[in-house]
Antibody
Framework: EVQLVESGGGLVQPGGSLRLSCAAS????????MSWVRQAPGKGLEWVST????????YYADSVKGRFTISRDNSKNTLFLQMNSLRAEDTAVYYC?????????WGQGTLVTVSS | DVVMTQSPLSLPVTLGQSASISCRSS???????????LNWFQQRPGQSPRRLIY???NRDSGVPDRFSGSGSGTDFTLKISRVEAEDVGVYYC?????????FGQGTRVEIK
């Protein structure tokens, strides 16, 4: 059974940093691209970032480019999202999702709140 | 970016009746590999999204056959036959063909 478990969310002040993790199991992690998708309170879904299976290719939404960094540790089946220079508009539930063209599995999400 | 436009945004439905959600893409989601990466997701209240339909019309494992996807070109439809109480939630279409992946605004399905 595929499982994706996010962690690392919390309350952070504007300008601060946070590192999210996504622990994967139930599939061969190193064979798949992985993505982060976020959902602001009461809003829709917004793709944030994708990392290729090898880790060589990264993709970012314009809204986070230069501030967020996606990475992975294939030896530990874990996906990361380093978030710097956080803004109020980054407040959202962050989901990790398997694949990129079709997001076939999602985690339960972790809430990031940016507020003073 | 490819804009995905859903209608209606709110859909009250009587239990046992059918419901249809439309999704229009600003650009054809046919990929150069021949596949059409048009997907549908369900988000029940308080839950994370769950994929229902992939590549226009393929149902995911465990998805009731009351759910069906169809369409071509730039117009796609999710149909729910015989709506049940557990179908309440928000439904999103999404294209994964063109960068970046983009979602529709969501359609809220509620029981009348």
């Amino acid at each position: 059974e595929v499982q994706l478990v996010e962690s690392g969310g919390g309350l952070v002040q504007p300008g601060g940093s946070l590192r999210l993790s996504c622990a994967a199991s139930g599939f061969t992690f190193s064979n798949y691209a992985m993505s982060w998708v976020r959902q602001a309170p009461g809003k829709g879904l917004e793709w944030v970032s994708t990392l290729s299976s090898s880790g060589d290719n990264t993709y970012y939404a314009d809204s986070v480019k230069g501030r967020f960094t996606i990475s992975r540790d294939n030896s530990k089946n874990t996906l990361f999202l380093q978030m710097n220079s956080l803004r109020a508009e980054d407040t959202a539930v962050y989901y990790c999702a398997k694949n990129v063209k079709d997001f076939d599995y999602w985690g339960q999400g972790t809430l990031v709140t940016v507020s003073s | 970016d490819v804009v995905m436009t859903q209608s209606p945004l709110s859909l009250p439905v009587t239990l046992g009746q059918s419901a249809s959600i439309s999704c229009r893409s600003s650009r054809s989601p046919v990929h150069s590999d021949g596949n059409t990466y048009l997907n549908w997701f369900q988000q029940r209240p308080g839950q994370s999204p769950r994929r229902l339909i992939y590549k226009v019309s393929n149902r995911d494992s465990g998805v009731p056959d009351r759910f069906s996807g169809s369409g071509s070109g730039t117009d796609f439809t999710l149909k729910i036959s015989r709506v049940e109480a557990e179908d309440v939630g928000v439904y999103y279409c999404m294209q994964g063909t063109h960068w970046p992946p983009t979602f529709g605004q969501g359609t809220r399905v509620e029981i009348k």
